[in-house]
């Protein structure tokens, strides 16, 4: 158990609906990540935040939002769902914000869009 | 840009054999950090050892090693005598520190073992 805790574990929702999965962090730990791991495309980064401020993008669809809350949770927003953004959603958190920390994942969100 | 190439897209072999997982990334970035991760068929991610490009010590746990040869950009995973539960995909990661590269980890593609009873 990595201590990240992500909820829900698995959502099924239609074409063009909105999403909201959740992140609980490391106790201690700051910075979340957002990853999203797709037959076609891999494990790919999303966004980062830290201490609740944006900190790094990576491939992130315009439809996709996040934030960190003040008591470090964090959320992912997914709207007007496409078909193509079922996957598998990983939050990871570290102490620090950085390339020399460890980021240790949650156990992810399954996401299928029918 | 920082990439990760895992050429060995499945490997199979029979409980007990030892088995080496490749990995190799390039990066502009003078330091940089390299990281295995397992996922096994529950489908988390965990975590297994991180190295820093300017310690080139190999590093020994267990059953599991890693060879990091910065000469050729590689960071080897060795399973000595393998177990069924070391069956999963194991993915390779690389991060930096440069201005935008510095937080995201970069991921291979991963490979997936088979470890046969």
């Known amino acids: 158990d990595s201590g990240v805790t992500q909820t829900p574990k698995h959502l099924i929702t239609a074409t063009g609906q909105r999403v909201t999965l959740r992140c609980s962090p490391r106790?201690?730990?700051?910075?979340v990540y957002w990853y999203q791991q797709s037959l076609d495309q891999g494990l790919q980064f999303l966004i980062q935040?830290?201490?609740?401020?944006?900190?790094a993008k990576g491939n992130i669809l315009e439809r996709f939002s996040a934030q960190q809350f003040p008591d470090l949770h964090s959320e992912l927003n997914l709207s007007s769902l496409e078909l193509g953004d079922s996957a598998l959603y990983f939050c990871?958190?570290?102490?620090?914000?950085?390339?020399?920390?460890?980021?240790?994942f949650g156990p992810g969100t399954r996401l299928l869009v029918l | 840009a920082q990439k990760v190439t895992q050429a060995q897209t499945e490997i199979s072999v029979v409980e007990k054999e030892d088995v080496t997982l490749d990995c190799v990334y390039e990066?502009?970035?003078?330091?940089?950090?390299l990281f295995w991760y397992k996922q096994p068929p529950s489908g988390e991610l965990v975590f297994l050892i991180r190295?820093?490009?300017?310690?080139?010590q190999n590093e020994i746990s267990g059953r599991y090693s890693w060879n990091f040869q910065k000469s050729t950009s590689s960071f080897n995973f060795t399973i000595t005598a393998s177990q069924v539960v070391d069956s999963a995909v194991y993915f390779c990661?690389?991060?930096?520190?440069?201005?935008?590269?510095?937080?995201?980890?970069?991921f291979g593609s991963g490979t997936q073992l088979t470890v046969l009873p």
């Open positions: 990871a958190s570290s102490v620090k914000d950085g390339g020399a920390v460890t980021q240790y």
């Open positions: 106790s201690g730990d700051l910075s």
């Open positions: 935040y830290y201490n609740g401020e944006e900190r």
């Open positions: 990066t502009r970035d003078t330091t940089y950090y």
């Open positions: 190295r820093n490009s300017f310690d080139e």
């Open positions: 990661a690389l991060s930096g520190i440069s201005s935008g590269s510095a937080r995201q980890l970069t």
